[in-house]
């Protein structure tokens, strides 16, 4: 057993390095995520919960009922809770000026198509929704279509209920949190439908084959890949690099790379690769 392992939680159990790799395995193979070693004590806790929930005692019994009930069931909420899924509104916000500055002056009423991969509970599509809405005149707002997907059916059900708590607003700039948002009497917030229409949520494994067609102008995968090893990152990238328009970008996170020559990009800003 390793020595990182966490102080027993589900009635006693604990996770056993056996039931750990096991894991690992599981995660891997279905959505790409590497969990590191070292990370016994977290998985566990989230493990736990899930436990408690439906009364498993015993980890073994718990990752049985993963394996005879994938990909669906069980299997559906283990994967909910061994994803990381923090975002927040205008997050690396110089991508957002970056669009602004070299995206939107291509679009010249044209549709748009963007797509947000890995977009976790919706604050990365919203954010670019209400620029959008401010750029104005120069875009169609009927002819925009923001895809915004995620493997986890917890963070869709929040970014399809568009609601979100008072602290999770705070970097919305003040004017486009009066306008595009209603203030509920419980103290929270809900997009507008006029942000919500311009966004398409939906479930897809970005490990797995993907129903999509190409020419987004970009995509967006921020944050995501750096829980995929190099070869996973890669093929990602190069499935990307098939559904974008010529000129089209990828952005990723400001602590993500790629390399960027060999797959068919140039990095022309922090994060941000353009096809060539
Ligand atoms: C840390 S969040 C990043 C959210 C947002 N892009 C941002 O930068 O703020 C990473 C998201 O990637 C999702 N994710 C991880 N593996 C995935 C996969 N194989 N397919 C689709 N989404 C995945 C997680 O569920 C999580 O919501």
């Known amino acids: 057993m390793s020595l990182l392992t966490a102080q027993p939680s589900a009635k006693g159990a604990t996770l056993q390095n056996a039931d750990f790799q096991k894991v690992r395995r599981i995660i891997f193979d279905y959505c790409g995520i590497s969990i590191n070693e070292g990370k016994e004590a977290l998985v566990q806790s989230r493990l ?3 436990m408690r929930l439906l009364g498993i005692s015993s980890f073994s019994d718990y990752l049985e009922i993963i394996e005879s009930e994938r990909p669906n069931g069980e299997f559906l909420s283990f994967v909910d809770v061994l994803t990381t899924n923090k975002t927040s509104f205008y997050r690396e916000n110089k991508h957002f000026e970056f669009i602004e500055k070299h995206i939107y002056p291509t679009l010249n009423g044209r549709s748009v198509k963007w797509w947000s ?19 104005g005149s120069n875009v169609n707002a009927r002819s925009v279509k923001i895809l915004a997907t995620d493997i986890s059916r917890d963070v869709l059900q929040i970014a399809k209920s568009g609601v979100y708590a008072q602290h999770k607003v705070g970097d919305i700039p003040g004017n486009y949190l009066g306008k595009y948002f209603t203030h509920l009497p419980d103290g929270s917030y809900k997009v507008k439908d006029e942000v919500s229409r311009m966004i398409t949520y939906g479930r897809l494994n970005l490990n797995d084959r993907w129903p999509l067609k190409g020419d987004f102008q970009f995509i967006m995968c921020r944050n995501v890949m750096i829980y995929f090893n190099r070869a996973t990152q890669e093929k990602l990238i190069t499935k990307f690099r098939d559904l974008l ?14 390399n960027a020559p060999a797959l068919g990009f140039k990095n022309v800003a922090p994060a941000v690769y353009q096809k060539i």
Do not use: D, Q, W
Not at 117 to 131: D, H, Q, R, W
Not at 245 to 258: I, K, Q
């Open 245 to 258: 328009e010529p000129n089209g970008y990828v952005f990723l996170g400001h602590s993500e790379s790629m």
């Open 117 to 135: 991969a890995g977009c976790s509970s919706g604050e990365e599509p919203i954010t670019l929704a209400m620029n959008l809405l401010e750029a």
């Open 48 to 50: 736990a919960k899930r």
